[in-house]
Each structure stands twice: as structure tokens, then as C-alpha cells.
């Protein structure tokens, strides 16, 4: 998922991600988005869930894009 989130919230952004047991690593990064999160689940539906009910509800962030990946 590439975040973009408010100005000098990244780390905080990363801590709180890392938090979500389905969140696997998080990247700060420079450019258009802020932050890169991968995250695992397995069923689509699951992924909404995680989209919808953790991760878009934390504080500070403006935007997300989520970038699906199958093996």
C-alpha cells in the first residue's frame, strides 16, 4: 500500500503500522507517497477489512493506493 500522510508524521505513521499484525514490514520513502506498507491476508475480503477497519482509520493520513499482489 503506498500512503501519502500529513508532513513529519511518517515514523509515527510506521509505528502505528506495525502495530496491525497483518502489516509485514514499513518503508518511509521520498516522492509522491510517504510511506510503503505490505501487508498479508488471506481472502480479498479480509484485505477490505483490514483496509477499511485498521488501516485508513489511523490519524494523519491524506491518502492511500493499494497495489495487489498475487502469488
Not at 24 to 45: E, H, L, Q, W
Amino acid at each position: 500500500m503506498l500512503i501519502s500522510c500529513e508532513i513529519g508524521e511518517e515514523q509515527s505513521l510506521c509505528l502505528q503500522l506495525k502495530n496491525i499484525p497483518e502489516v509485514k514490514d514499513c518503508m518511509i520513502t521520498y516522492g509522491n507517497y510517504d510511506v510503503v506498507a505490505k501487508f498479508v491476508t488471506d481472502t480479498p475480503s479480509q484485505m477490505n477489512e483490514i483496509i477499511i477497519s485498521k488501516i485508513r482509520k489511523l490519524q494523519n493520513i491524506k491518502s492511500t493506493i493499494t497495489l495487489r499482489v498475487i502469488n
